[in-house]
């Protein structure tokens, strides 16, 4: 996980989401990809890996009707690269990922634990049982409607539905959105003085900061949200 030693400039920090009742439904949308990017997308290296994710992620929503096992299998590899972007790469975020109406990264982390935890119960069951009622790619599936609805009921209980469905249109589109926002990380990634300094902010007490480095702007750096 990124080193927790870095020196923390005291700020004051969101301890609740984000939201702004003139926002258009779009906007209020939009706002949240915003924020998302700016508690927890700020790593170049992260920024690949959700680059990598939603690409399989757009291939899994193309596959879903036609081969839904598939979809789910590919999807959840897709979304261990992603949080492994953030787990692993991003630093510390946690106080800035409240302002975010999505889960932070400590919850996502326990959703990718529930996840790896059905085939150890499904084995379990199958040595005690000798067989098993439902397929892997059947339990994942409803663990991810679970969630997701999960999710969505609890914003719509705390909130109203509208800032519910900002949350949820926002999830469904974040592969769509990442796209254009991560897409020139492809290249950046291969440059080794960007490369070094976003091992640098990840790992400070064993990788150096390139002299000159310069943190690369993504396609939300310019976008503005009063």
């Known amino acids: 996980m990124a080193s927790t030693t870095q020196t923390q400039t005291t700020v004051e920090k969101p301890l609740k989401p984000v939201l702004n009742e003139k926002d258009t439904f779009w906007e209020g949308v939009m706002r949240q990809k915003h924020i998302d990017h ?28 036609n081969d839904w096992e598939r979809a789910m299998y590919l999807g959840l590899t897709s979304l261990i690269i992603r949080q492994a972007g953030h787990y692993i790469f991003e630093p510390p975020c946690h106080d800035e990922e ?33 067989s098993v009622e439902f397929t892997l790619a059947q339990i994942w599936l409803i663990v991810t409607f679970s969630v997701v609805f999960g999710r969505v009921a609890l914003l719509w209980y705390r909130y109203s539905f509208t ?5 949820y249109i926002k999830f469904m589109t974040d592969p769509f959105t990442d796209i254009p926002a ?3 990380s492809a290249y950046q990634i291969f440059q080794p003085k960007l490369l070094k300094g976003a091992l640098h902010t990840s790992f400070p007490n064993t990788f150096a900061m390139p002299e000159g480095y310069v943190a690369p702007k993504s396609g939300y750096d310019n976008k503005k949200h009063d």
């Open 38 to 65: 700016v508690a927890s997308h700020s790593n170049l290296i992260n920024q690949f890996l959700h680059l990598i994710s939603s690409s399989m992620f757009i291939y899994c929503y193309g596959i879903f009707f």
């Open 98 to 130: 409240q302002a975010m109406l999505g889960f932070d990264t400590r919850n996502k982390v326990k959703v990718c634990i529930t996840y790896g935890a059905v085939p150890v119960l499904l084995l379990l069951k199958l040595v005690s049982d000798g």
């Open 163 to 167: 800032v519910s469905m900002h949350w």
């Open 182 to 184: 991560y897409w020139m």
